[in-house]
């Protein structure tokens, strides 16, 4: 069964930092794109930005609306991924969400940007 | 930047046909996914390459797509199919993805 479970979420003043993790099981967690999706509240899902596998380089996109800001690496000895959030804005506060393959979600991690 | 456009709400009564649809210049090169979001809840996806259909989904969930539209029909609509409907494509480099600015479905 895969399983994906964020972590690292919380209250951060504006111009601060965070760093979420995705702790994946259940599948070829090495081979496998991971993505990064926001939701603020009552808003519409936004992409974030993704890494692809070492076989592909281990390669990154972003969002623009975060690029420049956020840093998405993974070990994949620890099945794990993460999001480097820097130079927090108030507008990036919402729940994220990893996501894999599409179709497989984990539960969410809250991250509120507030003085 | 890229963007997916989808009308904002769809009514339709128990039974009837509820059609969402997604523009998007890339669409016609590139596979559109759709996800249900109920309140409080993760998306679902239930529509993915255009249109087929994960393990678990009814069948009265169906995707197509057209040129820059790809189209989400719900067949029968049911009370529980009532939620937040997002469209997800990537732009014409495949590198960014984005969402569709989401349909809220209403079904009484």
């Known amino acids: 069964e895969v399983q994906l479970v964020e972590s690292g979420g919380g209250l951060v003043q504006p111009g601060g930092s965070l760093k979420l993790s995705c702790a994946a099981s259940?599948?070829?967690?090495?081979?496998?794109?991971m993505h990064w999706v926001r939701q603020a509240s009552g808003k519409g899902l936004e992409w974030v930005g993704r890494i692809r596998s070492k076989a592909n380089s281990y390669a990154t996109a972003y969002a623009a609306s975060v690029k420049g800001r956020f840093t998405i690496s993974r070990d994949d000895s620890k099945n794990t991924a993460y999001l480097q959030m820097n130079s927090l804005k108030t507008e990036d506060t919402a729940v994220y969400y990893c996501l894999v393959y599409f179709d497989y979600w984990g539960q969410g991690t809250l991250v509120t940007v507030s003085s | 930047s890229y963007e997916l456009t989808q009308p904002p709400s769809v009514s339709v009564s128990p039974g009837q046909t509820a059609r969402i649809t997604c523009s998007g210049d890339?669409?016609?090169?590139?596979?559109a996914y759709w996800y249900q979001q109920k309140s409080g809840q993760a998306p679902v996806l239930v529509i993915y390459?255009?249109?087929k259909r994960p393990s678990g989904i009814p069948e009265r969930f169906s995707g197509s797509s057209s040129g820059t539209m790809a189209t989400l029909t719900i067949s029968g609509a049911q009370v529980e199919d009532e939620a937040d409907y997002y469209c997800?494509?990537?732009?014409?480099?495949?590198?960014?993805?984005?969402f569709g600015t989401g349909t809220k479905v209403t079904v009484l």
């Open positions: 890339a669409l016609p090169k590139k596979y």
């Open positions: 997800y494509s990537t732009d014409s480099s495949g590198n960014r993805y984005v």
């Open positions: 259940g599948f070829t967690f090495s081979g496998s794109a």
């Open positions: 390459e255009d249109s």
